[in-house]
């Protein structure tokens, strides 16, 4: 969940499916929810969206990455958007005006992860030789 900042226009409630690059068969792999406060997704009274939803789908692999929450059920009509760019370094804009919403796909790799966790293994090491000395 992200907060949005307070702006003069309010943004809309509602979803943002967002479509694989290059797909034939609509294949949505992430979708945007904005809601207000209370959870509320269809405003007939109009926009009052202050906070953002980030959902992602499940890979059919079986390998899941830690973003990978599942859709949930559509709510009302919703926005659409297509993603541009390779598997992995890829993005989109959208762009509900007065507003732009940049979304990147930069989720860390598992090798990341390991190379994070051999430095803070080789400083506790270092650190406990120096100590034992």
């Known amino acids: 969940m992200y907060l949005l900042p307070p702006q003069v226009t309010p943004v809309v409630n509602g979803d943002v499916q967002i479509f694989e690059?290059?797909?034939?068969?609509n294949i949505e792999s992430d979708?945007?929810?904005?809601t207000n406060g209370l959870g509320v997704?269809?405003?007939p009274s109009g926009?009052?969206?202050d906070?953002?939803?980030?959902?992602s789908d499940l890979e059919a692999s079986g390998n899941q990455?830690?973003?990978?929450?599942?859709l949930p059920p559509l709510i009302g009509t919703p926005a659409s958007v297509l993603e541009v760019g390779p598997e992995g370094a890829?993005?989109?804009t959208w762009t509900p005006s007065p507003n732009t919403y940049n979304?990147?796909?930069?989720?860390?790799?598992a090798s990341s992860f390991l190379l994070l966790g051999t430095g803070l293994l080789s400083i506790a090491g270092f650190m406990r030789r120096k100590w034992l000395q």
């Not at 979304?103 to 790799?109: C, H, K, L, R």
């Open 21 to 25: 690059p290059n797909s034939n068969s």
């Open 31 to 34: 979708r945007l929810r904005f």
């Open 41 to 43: 997704v269809f405003a």
């Open 47 to 49: 926009p009052s969206a």
């Open 51 to 55: 906070r953002m939803y980030y959902y």
């Open 65 to 70: 990455d830690l973003a990978d929450t599942g």
């Open 90 to 92: 890829n993005g989109f």
């Open 103 to 109: 979304g990147i796909s930069d989720t860390p790799e």
